[in-house]
């Protein structure tokens, strides 16, 4: 993402990673360590402006203003859930926004970040599958997230950092924009920006089997799979997805994922919907395909949206799920539903996307009845 400044065109530093900020760097005529120095100003103390950038030298300093921009998706709406939950809805460009959401707990607080504008795989259940797709995010587009909610946020906290995880399971198949979640993720863990460790960050993804394995030689945090159902019938239904990669390959790739990491395990994410994939049958199927998976099951109740077909499982229905699973020796949690009421939940991030698909808003059938 560049800006035009007077006719000129300036370089967008959220853009770039440390590497490239060197490069930068370097066609400036300045050492390498400069970028360390700026990065520093941009992430841990969130200055956008170069004069105020007093480490570096007024000459340089006068440069960057010349050459180059600071520049985060803007702010459109700022929510706040009766919870705490709170969800920005970003402007990314002419036509499109994303959606952004901040979960504070007693001990964390999770920043939920979009990787594109819409989704393309066409989750049944998912709100933002119904909205279609435009295209994927920048890094600076990604990065600016956390780099916005952040000043926002430490602006009225004294000490440290008020966000101490970052999830990748917004808006969008973050494996899909791969090259510049990556690139954005780096920046998460780079000590001079964020300084987040692998296990504090997470990435959330539908099944891209390939791109698992190469998440796990370029740069292996934690890892969420969206799985949904314990059978390719279901699956297929629920997770258009699963007829390129079924259940075996994916599960495969997940094992080759976690190997060797010590206490490695496979966050498989597991919405609950009435009447579809929430019976003891499940249950136990779902309990057979994980055996012998480093695993850990996460059950989320359905959370509604507009034009949905499918409803929430019951809380008796949900709890006799988890009995099952945690029986035969899965770790087991049900999700709490967060945020809601100001549809910030899990599956429900709309935003505003500009579908180049055509198919938003189609209705889909529900898929009672399936294996």
């Not at 249950?283 to 077909?309: E, S």
């Not at 939940?345 to 009845?369: E, H, W």
């Amino acid at each position: 993402m560049e800006s035009t400044r007077e006719g000129t065109r300036s370089v967008n530093l959220l853009n770039l990673d440390r590497e490239a900020l060197q490069a930068f760097f370097a066609d400036l005529g300045e050492k390498p360590f400069r970028a360390g120095q700026l990065m520093q100003w941009m992430y841990r103390h969130g200055v956008d402006d170069f004069a105020a950038m007093t480490t570096l030298g007024k000459s340089l300093r006068s440069r960057l203003q010349q050459a180059a921009v600071i520049e985060a998706p803007r702010v459109l709406k700022d929510e706040v859930g009766a919870d705490g939950t709170r969800k920005w809805l970003l402007q990314i460009d002419g036509v499109n926004a994303v959606e952004m959401v901040f979960i504070p707990e007693e001990d964390r607080g999770t920043l939920c970040v979009s990787s594109q504008v819409g989704c393309g795989l066409n989750c049944s259940f998912c709100a933002t599958g119904m909205e279609g797709f435009n295209r994927n995010l920048g890094v600076a587009e990604i990065i600016g997230q956390l780099w916005r909610a952040s000043r926002i946020l430490n602006s009225t906290h004294a000490g440290d950092s008020v966000i101490t995880n970052v999830v990748m399971m917004g808006m969008g198949e973050p494996l899909l924009n791969f090259n510049n979640v990556v690139s954005a993720t780096r920046l998460l863990m780079d000590d001079h920006a964020y300084g987040l460790s692998k296990r504090r960050i997470t990435l959330s993804t539908a099944g891209l089997v390939p791109l698992i394995d190469r998440l796990r030689e370029t740069c292996q945090v934690s890892l969420a799979v969206s799985l949904h159902a314990p059978n390719d019938a279901l699956r297929d239904v629920l997770v258009p997805l699963n007829r390129k990669y079924p259940i075996r390959e994916l599960l495969a790739a997940c094992r080759r994922y976690v190997a060797g990491a010590p206490r490695g395990k496979v966050t498989f994410e597991y919405v609950m919907l009435e009447g579809v994939n929430d019976e003891p049958r499940h249950a136990q199927q779902l309990a057979r395909l994980l055996a012998g998976v480093p695993a850990k099951v996460n059950l989320i109740p359905f959370n509604p949206f507009p034009g949905t077909l499918y409803r929430r499982s019951s809380p008796r229905i949900i709890d006799r799920f988890r009995e099952i699973l945690l029986r035969s020796g899965l770790i087991t949690v049900t999700r709490r539903p967060r945020g809601d009421d100001i549809a910030a939940a899990c599956g429900q991030l709309a935003g505003r996307v500009q579908d180049r698909t055509r198919r938003a808003g189609r209705q889909r059938p529900l898929a009672v009845g399936a294996p």
